[in-house]
């Protein structure tokens, strides 16, 4: 029987700290342990966690009591959590979850091997390296499935939203080496993947801080000559678009017309509250813009409603704004006041009930707007990445430019010849259904 240290992780939240995680699993495996990702069992579990919004914090939470139980049992003998939630509450989770057996911030993924020794030697690591450092360049076990993969570019935010914890949690905007970041996706590409999704906080400033100007054109286009199929672009910001960028997007084959874009509101008086740069004008401009020049194009954003001073008149004007621009898919979040934000301590408060009331009434105008997409697309013939056959549906499942991973829907398809998890299928798509697509492959 192996004596080797067996250490579980749990990723939580975004694709950003999944790659974090990643990090950490290639560090523990590279000191010889067992990595897994069962924690019944473990020496040790790794929760990496989400601290970002109400929500995540919960999940957090109800990850390290379910660890909690397992290691009562004793079933796991030692639970480190890593992550936003332990940069944010590090003197509060002692206290508050007793449980826990050592925390690493943010700064500190780097350190996790010696705090997995330290936590089985009886110790209680608290680790909380710079959060503002130059970014560790660290080896990955990539665990998404291996035609698709996230190439992140930049740690850190500068964008300072007065409703936004990250850069409290993050630090400030830290773009990669230029050399780094090719070579990372050069070894991806090499290994088989076909869908590169590029991530950062805010991926447009890819390169202002280290070298003085936005090189993600000139990036999106070095990642084209490499052997990926599609190349995906995770979260573009609205002030920094410019003509190269554009024109790159637009040109480049390989990246999909498709751009996830938060805007958060659209009313000029709450933008400014948010601290978001460019007003309802811009925002216009800049979509007839991206239609104009993408044809094509699929839209995705991120919208807050019940922000402190949103009254009736301007969560109107946000539905008014929505049904215009016709934005094919958003994520909407009632606002959640959070300490150490500027939002919290304004006044003018909107009621919790009434703002999930008004995101239910944006998720309704969006549900309306996706159908009619939807509608369109009946009787086109996609190309579809295939994800694999679901018994649940009868049939295979996939996703086309238009759909990116866990946040938009799936296109179910038919097929008269076996196809492989990670083959491209060209579908005709036959109908709608419950916000999905249904479709037949077609040769």
Known sequence: MSDRVKVSFISLGCAKNLVNTEQMMALCRDADMDVTGEPDGADVVVVNTCGFIESAKE?????????AQLKKQGRLKKILVAGCLSQRYREEIADLLPEVDGILGTGSYGEIVEAVGEALAGGAPKRFGSIHAPIEELDRIVTTPPYTAYLRIAEGCDNHCAFCVIPSLRG????????????????LADSGVKEIIVIAQDITRYGTDNYGRRRLPELIRELCKLNFHWVRLHYLYPDEFDDELIDAIAS?????????????????KILAAMNRRGDKAYLLALFRKLRERIPGLVLRTSIITGLPGEGEAEFEELCDFLREVRIERA?????????GTRAALMENRVDAEEARRRAELIVDVQSRIMDAYNESQLGKVV?????????????YVGRSAAESVDIDGRICFLSNRPIEAGEFVRVRITDAMDGELIGEAVE
């Open 172 to 187: 400030k905007y830290r773009s990669r080496a230029w050399e780094n970041v090719l070579a990372e996706a050069k070894k």
């Open 59 to 67: 999940e957090a939470i109800d990850n390290i009591l379910a660890m």
């Open 252 to 268: 480049e084959e390989k990246v999909l017309k498709y751009l996830d874009i938060p805007i958060q509101h659209c009313n000029d």
């Open 331 to 339: 994520g909407v979040f009632p606002y959640s006041p959070e300490e």
């Open 383 to 395: 190309e579809v990445l295939c994800e694999g056959y679901d018994a649940a549906v009868v049939g």
